[in-house]
């Protein structure tokens, strides 16, 4: 009970109290650059859930069992079998390598996706693959997996049991694109709407939508109550 | 066109931040104190001096094809240095800036660069040119950290500027300005104010101008490279 109280709190957390765009300041390129039309804005966010996802789900695996130097890592099992006297320590270097690792894990699953899209449902394709290639560099994807990989991953090693950390991890890689679409939605609404109204010459544009996320970031601010930090 | 040119229009011409509305997420997300501003930009502009002489000295030799790739394991390799350097000797600026360090990978300001002035020019032009664009980053980062560090603390680089007899009577600090809300309020009445004093609104009006990000990115993402294309039509 205590786990499923955990998961509601990062649900919660992850989409209202800690909004990835509008409170960690993750994704912000796209969210100011594609949020002018509603079905955009829509298209990204979904394309951005998507990937967000599977990138939580392949770097919890692969930082589990490559990146974390203990008699679970692969390299040194692989080692092991070769020459019986290294010792985990022997891979302490494996650590420094995430950054490089989750950029072309993203990468590459980035490409995999859109091909896999293109090949199986046209109609997805259509309404995702434009987008899909941006996402390789937008700053959400690549935050969710590194703050996985501080907050949840080691979770295995003493309190929740290792299922419970793999499943932790993916719920916050799904929430988090929840939360990034309905900020793009709330916004891209928003943007509709400045079009018509006599907006000031020097604000109109980006420095008006900024304005306008402070102001979505101020409301987001109030659901700092809902959750315990 | 001269180095020195090419430093004045990083820095003000194509100011990343101003003009060109890209790596907005560390603008906004580190900019609680001056500190952090300057340090963020000056390990930035580190990783963009790196890459753009690396990626500018071997643009004979990586293919056209696999570009993108080469230049994402360049990138990361050296702020993986950045970020094991600033471990060692600036632990607390590190801790500080926290997960904005090795998003330096993602910062759209260092691909965007490597594929439209590196990939193209000899490297002492791309030094020059990784000079002022991060020139012109700091200078963004300590813009805004600074009017946000004054309103929001009333201070400045962690000193506090006005006599205490101010803060004591007049001077209330504006909390929200260090809060997340205060970044986006205090960016866009910067940007805004920019366009005013610039004459930029132009830009800023203009449709495609709100979406530097997905040209960009567009551009260095699906651009099919040209030996390429010239292959197809013989």
Redesign the interface.
Known sequence: METFGQLVAIVIGVIFVKNYV?????????F???S?KTDAALGMGMAVTFVMTLASLVTWIIHRYLLIPDSSNLIYIIAHAFKPDVVPEDFNFVS?????TF??VI?ALVQFVEMVIRKVSPPLYEALGIYL??I????A???VA??NS?KFFDAGGEGAPLAWSFIFALIQGFCAGIGFTIAMLLMSGIRERLEILPV????????????????M??A??GFVALVKS | MKVGAVIREGIWERNPVFVL??????V??VTTSLKNGVGMACAATAVLICTNTIISAMRKIIPAEIR??CF??II??F??LV??VMKAYTPALNEALG?FI??I????II?GRAEAFASKNSPGMAVGDAIGIGLGFLIALVIVSGVREILGAGQIWGVNIFPQAFYDKVFAPIG?MV???????A???L???F??MDNR?VR??REE??????DT??EI??KVPEKKKKKKEE
């Open positions: 509008l409170a960690r300041f993750l994704g912000l390129c796209p100011i650059g594609v002018k420094t390598l995430r950054t490089l950029i072309l990468a290639p941006l390789t560099t937008n700053c994807v690549m935050g590194i703050l501080q000031p010459k020097a604000f109109r544009g980006v420095p008006i939508a900024f304005v306008c996320t402070g102001c970031a101020l987001f601010m | 509305f890209l790596g907005l997420c560390p906004l997300a993108i790739p994402i394991v990361a390799t702020v993986t970020d094991l997960i090795p998003l990978v993602v910062n759209c691909l929200v809060q997340a809300p205060g970044a986006f309020l960016l866009g009445c940007l805004a104010l366009a005013h609104r800023c009006e101008a709100a979406l530097p990000w997905v990115m567009d993402l699906r």
